[in-house]
């Protein structure tokens, strides 16, 4: 089963128990890394796309209002801190122009704006499965040692920046089960540690998408609504969530024509 959050209450359940696990504030690099994790910034959980979206446009506006503001006591030149200002104030605009955008923009929160986990950040190299099946991910002795007891199956790393975003966005196949232009000659050059030699396997990547697709349909219900945000055209939404990733002061010449021109 596809595990979802609710709508009316930011917790996701386990599909096979009563366990309720709580969602915490969202572990997205953007709203972390150019001195943003001291800031106090709106990282969720969110409910709905239209919080997201909107929560991304305040986080944009107030990182600009503390650089700007940065500079008040720094040793900088007058001519520093006058570009920091414009800056700041194209930054403004921006989020103005996101925030009109959201608010007017239909079917935001539709029937796929559901908040799951989006693991495509996470590297084929980083699962481990076992052996005589590979269908069947385990954890290997070096994992145990690391990990916790309780903890010991656990078989899939980096989960670093592993963060819920709304199904319509995460409702996709793997980067790696894309099919590429060069089907036939397409290698996995994965290697379980950076040392160690790659492992130059054909990839049948159509076949592994028709099995994953298979995966979907036979989920039942929720497979159903997967696959239909899976299927559905790229809309308004798309483009707003791809401008809420960029940083808007420092690609401001890039957002801001963009947003004007919608």
Wanted: net charge negative; aromatic share 6%.
């Amino acid at each position: 089963s596809l595990p979802a959050m609710r709508k009316s209450n930011p917790k996701a359940e386990h599909p096979s128990s009563s366990l309720v696990y709580p969602l915490g504030p969202l572990a997205h690099p953007i709203f972390y890394t150019s001195d943003r994790a001291p800031l106090t910034l709106p990282r969720g959980p969110f409910h709905s796309t239209r919080a997201y979206l909107l929560a991304c446009a305040q986080r944009e506006r107030i990182a600009a209002r503390a650089l700007s503001e940065s500079s008040a006591t720094a040793d900088v030149s007058d001519t520093y801190r006058h570009e920091l200002e414009e800056g700041r104030l194209r930054v403004e605009r921006i989020a103005g122009l996101i925030g009109e955008l959201v608010r007017g923009c239909p079917g935001l929160d539709d029937e796929e704006t559901g908040f799951v986990l989006d693991i495509h950040d996470i590297p084929l190299k980083s699962v481990v499965v076992r052996e005589e099946d590979p269908s069947q991910i385990v954890c290997t002795a070096i994992w145990s040692d690391i990990l916790a007891n309780r903890l010991s199956k656990v078989a899939i790393t980096d989960w670093q920046c592993v963060a819920t975003r709304p199904l319509w966005r995460v409702a996709r196949p793997p980067g790696w089960l894309v099919p590429s232009l060069s089907e036939a000659s397409e290698v996995d050059m994965t290697a379980a540690d950076p040392g160690s030699p790659a492992i130059a396997a054909p990839l049948d990547t159509k076949r592994l998408l028709s099995a994953f697709t298979q995966a979907i349909v036979d989920a039942g219900a929720d497979g159903a609504t997967f696959l239909r945000a899976m299927n559905a055209e790229e809309d308004m939404r798309h483009t707003l969530d791809a401008i809420a990733e960029y940083d808007a002061f420092y690609d401001s010449f890039l957002l801001l024509p963009t947003l004007e021109s919608m």
